[in-house]
């Protein structure tokens, strides 16, 4: 019910951003748009294979990769502190959990206000999988349940469906649309992120 809740949801917000935009920013005549289509076919096993190797291939290049220096990162921020000595990184003396804490406060109002989740959304900005294997780093072996209860588990799911997907995607959109835009359009997405996860929290 959640998972669903939450496909939904992306869809809904999807539909009125578009209709805000279309309305207030993108105004005039849409430009025309041709797409030609190849003849539709049964592929064939050959090419089927080809392709899914060709997508896990790349899936493993970028995500993974992303995913494991960013867990290493997050290891070196937690196990020190400014003075590059060792710390306890459940601690709060940590580099990470002190950059982390000045962020928190944002999050507060929505249930999640601890700098360990506060981190990983951080992170989320490098790709969204990341998000899960630094929870896991920071937590030690902690259940992330011990953090979030069901209400602000249900904002965090919501925040991270809606905020910046990731590094890639703002460098598509500053390729295409310039680095205004690009800023702007992060701005944007956090934003009704933040305002999505707070009616969630009212609701709950």
Known sequence: MVMVG??????VTGIIVALIAKTFVL??????FVMELPNYRMPGVKNVGHLLWDKTRDFLQRAFTVIFVASIIIWFLQNFNFRLQMTDPAGTDSILATVAGWISPIFSPLGFGDWRITTALVTGFMAKESVVSTLE????GMAVTDLLDISAACCLL????LYTPCVAAIAAIKREL???YAALIVVLQCAVAWVA?????LCL
């Open 6 to 11: 939450l496909y939904l949801l992306g869809i």
């Open 27 to 32: 105004k005039g005549e849409a430009a025309p």
């Open 137 to 140: 780093t920071l937590t030690s």
């Open 178 to 180: 310039g680095s205004h």
């Open 197 to 201: 996860a707070w009616i969630v929290s």
């Open 158 to 161: 919501v925040f991270c469906l």
